[in-house]
């Protein structure tokens, strides 16, 4: 009987290494699901997130038709991506894809995208503007077009690219303004050379919008109303140089450049500059108009 129940146990063994042996090997990679921030799959590859926040990935989920889901190893190249400071935030704009690679036990491996888009939370003011100008000196190009710009490093920092637009010595000149947003009451007003006035009134190094998503921190932003022009030589693409200086509210530190809205509305109504421009040691008083186009 012991023979018997050991020559039947041999059998069983052989036919399940036969059967075994018998199957078609593994070939498909897992599937790499990518998940939303609420850990939801989704299908929207995309995502924008701001400058100078820390960027914390939703992840994926995998599956496969062999390997247990445990034993999937998942790897991401998000380290040679990814550009960051010593504190880990996201130090530039750029659009970015994050490719995560899954693996099974039997070496199949198989990939899937994120895109990612890290905005200036300035970019809510950039665009297109008609542009007039007004001066105690010049009296040509007062009517032109312009595209504000955002910084690709500074948050909040708007890039005016056309500013004193005029002819000197017969030739087309304009210079490329930096403007910070401010809001002094709720804010630092101590600047800082990583974040500018982005900073909050206990920190000027931690931005305001750390802990925010990218929509948080447009809705934010498109309540503030000043922007701050620090005093600077700027050199045009001739290699003149002119000093320009924001003008400030008489008897404040607060700066008259501004954004106006539409009444109570977050829609841009306007962007004035109030500027004093130093050039051959004459002071020029400017006042820039930008209307949405």
């Given at each position: 009987?012991?023979r018997?129940l050991?020559?039947?146990i041999?059998?069983?063994?052989a036919?399940t290494?036969?059967?075994?042996?018998?199957?078609p090997k593994?070939v498909t990679?897992?599937?790499?699901y990518?998940?939303?921030?609420?850990?939801?799959?989704t299908?929207?590859t995309?995502?924008?997130?701001l400058l100078?926040t820390?960027?914390?990935?939703p992840?994926?989920?995998v599956?496969?038709?062999?390997?247990?889901?445990?034993?999937?190893?998942?790897?991401?190249?998000g380290?040679?991506?990814f550009?960051l400071?010593?504190?880990?935030y996201?130090?530039?704009?750029?659009?970015?894809?994050?490719?995560y690679?899954?693996h099974d036990?039997e070496?199949?491996?198989s990939?899937n995208?994120?895109?990612?888009?890290?905005a200036?939370i300035?970019?809510a003011f950039a665009g297109?503007?008609a542009t007039?100008?007004n001066?105690?000196?010049?009296?040509?190009?007062?009517?032109y077009?312009?595209?504000?710009a955002?910084d690709?490093?500074?948050p909040g920092?708007?890039?005016f690219?056309k500013?004193?637009?005029h002819?000197w010595d017969?030739q087309?000149?304009?210079?490329?303004v930096?403007?910070d947003?401010?809001?002094p009451?709720?804010l630092?007003?101590t600047f800082?050379?990583?974040i500018?006035y982005?900073?909050?009134?206990?920190?000027s190094?931690?931005p305001?919008f750390s802990?925010?998503?990218y929509?948080?921190?447009?809705e934010?932003?498109l309540n503030f109303?000043?922007?701050?022009?620090?005093?600077?030589?700027?050199t045009d693409?001739l290699?003149n140089?002119?000093?320009?200086q924001?003008?400030t509210e008489?008897?404040t530190?607060y700066?008259?450049s501004r954004i106006e809205?539409?009444g109570?509305s977050?829609?841009?109504k306007?962007?004035?500059?109030e500027l004093?421009v130093?050039?051959?040691?004459?002071?020029?008083?400017?006042?820039e108009?930008y209307?949405?186009n």
């Open positions: 009987m012991k018997t050991s020559i039947i041999v059998a069983l063994i036919t290494a036969i059967l075994t042996s018998c199957r593994d990679g897992p599937k790499i990518l998940l939303d921030k609420d850990g939801v799959i299908q929207d995309d995502t924008v997130v100078y820390k960027y914390v990935d992840g994926v989920k599956e496969d038709n062999a390997t247990q889901t445990a034993n999937i190893v998942v790897e991401d190249d380290a040679d991506v550009s400071t010593t504190s880990g996201l130090r530039k704009v750029e659009s970015i894809v994050l490719t690679t899954a036990e070496g199949n491996t990939t995208s994120r895109s990612i888009r890290i200036n300035s970019e297109s503007y007039t100008r001066t105690m000196n010049l009296n040509d190009d007062t009517s077009n312009s595209t504000i955002v690709s490093r500074i920092r708007l890039r690219p500013v004193y637009a002819s017969g087309k000149t304009y210079f490329k930096n403007a947003l401010y809001n009451e709720q630092s007003k800082s050379e990583t500018a982005m900073g909050t009134l206990s920190d190094e931690t305001f802990e925010m998503s929509d948080e921190g447009i934010s932003i109303t000043m922007l701050r022009i620090d005093a600077q030589y700027y693409s290699n140089q002119v000093y320009i924001g003008v008489d008897g530190n700066p008259l809205y539409l109570d977050k829609t841009i306007r962007i004035v500059l004093n130093t050039k051959n040691n004459s002071v020029d008083r400017v006042t108009v209307i949405p």
